[in-house]
């Protein structure tokens, strides 16, 4: 084989990386058993999807949402099966004799009417980040019933729990994924959960249309009001019952009437360092008594996370509670994997870079909206590594589009699986040029870090995506 040359292959619109180890970085089979590694995977994830599902043809059933897996069963026309989660890669994950096994969506009907994802009202403006289908309804299951261009303006009434936006289209409404819209205000989106508590203003205060204080003011309370809350978001505002609607407020300002049942504990074995003095509460949020104090750089025994993330901690001869803001991790621990994903990037969001993979380590920077990073790995929990200042870095995957992706020279033969269409540039937004029929031989020249290959075929060049790719010989 040739030297590895390495080549930047400019791409429009979104584009979702396969990174691999090692040199080889497509979805592909070998007929020999010598498969090609693959982190594909690492960047796959999945959501509850809890529905019947019928086969429509005989097909197999895979350890894992892509071709590449193990076959470990199959299923025969009509079969009937319990479906328990949908992978991004429109794969299922299906119960199957003790245990749980994968098949491609495309071969599946849904045998049953599924409830509706919940929706909250979220009024924003947005802007596509990339060509995209409108649905009916807030997943891919839906009928198409529209599409929008890159950079087209829309407006937002809603969102889904499974994170797609309902928006105004025509005289009517339809769905995009929240993952190709990018919200005009630059403010990220928080969750919200039901909270239902009564709760007492302890100074005067501004009601919000939405839970941060860009959003208009739509009233304002006095010292003493009463307020009844129906949810709580993670960024710690209530939202409340106002005149004949809602409203929001900051939680700060809120003493909560009743004791109510502690926020959910998840075991979570750490030692942490104190980045500020703070105090210890008897409970997981502020309106808990004082029970004692820590100053800064104090070492803390970490032995629970709550859902509202805050930090239960040994103290003394028992237990107290401090703000997770407040403490940096500093057990050495097995870092979170990594696969090398080499590419450039721009920011979509004002956000943070940490020393970690997670939001629990240290902030050691920011970058702007539409900064220009370049990536070097992604690891087994999306997010991205980058070169930061002069060293390294980490970033959430959500908050950041790939603008150019790596070509690796790489010699082979290939059959196609099934007919495909040969394109001028390694993702779907370039023009076709020509099509390759099943079974057909093709000479690999090169392949690409979001899984395609360049292929010669009759005297040309172009490109297929990898899945497409059975490797006769290396």
């Avoid at 999807?49 to 086969?55: D, I, L, P, R």
Wanted: proline residues 4%.
């Amino acid at each position: 084989m040739r030297n590895n040359i390495l080549k930047k292959v400019m791409i429009t619109g979104l584009v979702s990386t396969v990174c691999m180890g090692g040199v080889f970085t497509g979805n592909f089979h070998t007929k020999n058993g010598n498969y090609v590694s693959t982190a594909y995977a690492a960047a796959i994830k999945e959501t509850v999807y809890s529905a019947k599902g019928t086969a429509k043809s005989s097909l197999n059933i895979r350890k894992g949402p892509n071709t590449t897996y193990t076959k470990v069963g199959s299923l025969k026309k009509n079969a009937k099966f319990t479906i328990v989660a949908k992978t991004d890669n429109n794969w299922y994950k299906i119960k199957f004799n003790k245990g749980y096994g994968y098949v491609s969506s495309q071969y599946i009907t849904i045998a049953i009417n599924k409830p509706e994802p919940s929706e909250t009202p979220y009024s924003v403006a947005g802007t596509t980040n990339d060509n995209l289908n409108v649905r009916k309804g807030p997943d891919t299951t839906y009928a198409k019933v529209g599409s929008l261009k890159k950079n087209t303006k829309v407006t937002i009434v809603a969102k889904s729990s499974n994170n797609w936006y309902k928006i105004k289209l025509n005289s009517g409404y339809g769905y995009v994924s929240s993952q190709y819209i990018t919200i005009a205000n630059n403010k990220p989106d928080p969750s919200e959960t039901p909270y239902s508590e009564a709760g007492t203003v302890n100074d005067s205060l501004n009601v919000r249309k939405g839970p941060d204080a860009t959003y208009a003011k739509v009233g304002s309370l006095k010292k003493n009001a009463k307020v009844t809350i129906v949810a709580k978001t993670d960024n710690n505002w209530f939202k409340i019952k106002f005149n004949n609607g809602y409203g929001y407020i900051s939680s700060q300002y809120i003493t909560i009437a009743n004791n109510k049942p502690d926020p959910n504990e998840t075991p979570y074995s750490e030692t942490g360092t104190v980045n500020d003095s703070l105090n210890i509460r008897k409970g997981p949020n502020t309106t808990y008594a004082k029970v004692g104090s820590l100053k800064k750089n104090a070492k803390v025994t970490i032995v629970a996370k709550t859902d509202n993330n805050w930090f239960k901690i040994k103290f003394n001869n028992g237990y107290g509670y401090v703000s997770s803001q407040y403490i940096t991790i500093t057990t050495n621990k097995p870092g979170t994997n990594e696969t090398p994903c080499f590419a450039a990037a721009a920011i979509t969001s004002n956000i943070n870079v940490r020393k970690g993979p997670n939001t629990s380590y240290a902030k050691i920077g920011s970058l702007k909206k539409n900064a220009k990073v370049s990536i070097v790995a992604i690891t087994s929990n999306n997010w991205y590594k980058i070169k930061f200042n002069s060293g390294y870095a980490y970033v959430s995957s959500q908050y950041v589009t790939l603008t150019e992706v790596e070509e690796l020279e790489y010699s082979a033969t290939a059959s196609i699986l099934s007919s495909v269409y040969v394109r001028t540039g390694p993702n779907t937004n370039y023009e076709k040029i020509d099509s390759v029929k099943k079974d057909a031989k093709v000479d690999i020249v090169a392949i690409t870090s979001n899984g395609w290959c360049k292929i010669k075929y009759n005297n040309k060049f172009g490109y297929i995506y990898g899945g497409y790719v059975d490797i006769l010989t290396k």
